[in-house]
């Protein structure tokens, strides 16, 4: 018998869920460390310069986590900033997804653990998107929403990537940093999440990994892994392939570059942001974010990051389209167009 053919037993009426018609972000919220690392701080021990730094990446400064500041404790800050953005209660989310490559358990998932520090007890998972998380993230919640198995869904992006770089690997330790982001998804009158653009090039995988697996680092005796980058492949597959997407997410929102009040991408590195810009042939005045400047790369926290501070700095409008992408690891990339909240 073929799958189209079969019956269900019985009856066959089992209920199906129903969700909100549409679904929009209502909120966004960030935690950024208090220690500020410039340039100077680090460039000996990687042989480098602020000047190089600067030219190849534009990161002047960075902020990394305290010995207090874990997956968890940075998530639940910027949860409890979201959710107070968002104008409702926690105890209206229902779901909670977290966005991490940095939690230091293999198991169990960061989600429930901050689900508990916020006094839940919904469904709460991790899912592994490297810098791709959170677009990943914000896609699930608005299916989720709208296919009725979550009201509010708690989006986090968060990394701790201190814990897992090197800070004499060249490749490495200037760019990444520590921080967490978090939007609220939930029910909207109006369409606030566009198609996601998505997909995976795992012949890749090797460009952005953990040194060694778990297995060789027990077997070899091996020292705690960090994550490695081949950064002038990465650079060259985010520079070519990542804009195609990105006109993609504008086209199936069914709009146009000039209708965009915001471009938001993954904070990698300023050189692909200005490449990706140019090909995207956006309106020369569009705000841009830059919260690599400052910020450095967060993987999963950089774009809810840059949304934030530029939502608090009225750098774009609430209730404007902005159209966000992230890539990174895997190699895996998304990319949505959303409205503000
Ligand atoms: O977040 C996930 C996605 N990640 C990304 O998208 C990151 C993509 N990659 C990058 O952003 C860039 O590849 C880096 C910023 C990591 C590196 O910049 P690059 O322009 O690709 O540098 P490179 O590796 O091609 O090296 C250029 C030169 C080399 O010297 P020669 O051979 O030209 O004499 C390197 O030895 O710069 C040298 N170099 C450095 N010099 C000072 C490499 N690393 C450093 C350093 N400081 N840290």
């Not at 220690?35 to 990446?57: F, G, T």
């Not at 990394?64 to 874990?70: E, K, L």
């Not at 791709?132 to 009725?148: E, Q």
């Not at 804009?243 to 990698?268: M, Y």
Request: glycine share 10%; net charge negative.
């Amino acid at each position: 018998m073929t799958a189209a053919a079969i019956q269900p037993k019985g009856t066959g009426a089992i209920h199906s869920s129903a969700g909100a018609q549409h679904a929009r972000i209502w909120g966004v919220g960030g935690f950024r460390p208090d220690r500020v690392v410039p340039n100077a701080e680090i460039v000996e021990a990687i042989d480098s310069s602020d000047e190089w730094i600067q030219e190849r990446s534009g990161i002047k400064s960075r902020r990394w986590a305290g010995p207090d500041d874990t997956v968890v404790s940075m998530s639940e800050a910027a949860a409890r900033d979201a959710i107070a953005a968002a104008g409702i209660e926690i105890s209206q989310i229902d779901t909670v997804i977290v966005s991490t490559v940095t939690h230091p358990y293999q198991t169990p998932a960061a989600a429930p653990i901050i689900a508990d520090r916020l006094g839940l007890r919904c469904a709460a998972f991790d899912i592994s998107a490297a810098c791709a998380g959170y677009c990943h993230g914000i896609s699930l919640a608005n299916d989720m929403v709208r296919g009725g198995s979550a009201r509010f869904v708690l989006v986090i992006g968060v990394e701790k990537l201190t814990d897992f770089t090197d800070v004499t690997d060249r490749g490495t330790a200037f760019i990444f940093a520590d921080g967490a982001g978090a939007a609220v998804v939930g029910p909207s009158d109006f369409p606030g999440i566009g198609p996601t653009i998505w997909g995976s090039d795992g012949s890749q995988w090797e460009t952005i990994k953990q040194k060694e697996s778990w297995l060789d680092v027990r077997d070899q005796g091996l020292d705690h892994p960090t994550i490695e980058m081949a950064g002038q492949s990465v650079f060259r597959w985010a520079v070519w392939s990542m804009a195609p997407v990105a006109r993609q997410a504008i086209e199936a929102a069914g709009i146009t570059p000039e209708d965009l009040d915001a471009f938001i991408p993954h904070q990698a590195n300023m050189r692909i942001i200005d490449a990706m810009l140019k090909q995207l042939k956006l309106p020369a005045d569009i705000p841009v974010a830059r919260d690599i400047v400052e910020t450095a790369n967060t993987s999963a926290a950089s774009i809810p990051l840059a949304t934030e501070r530029m939502l608090r700095e009225g750098e774009i409008p609430h209730g404007g389209l902005a159209l966000q992408i992230g890539f990174g690891a895997g190699l895996v990339y998304a990319a949505q167009v959303i409205v503000l909240p």
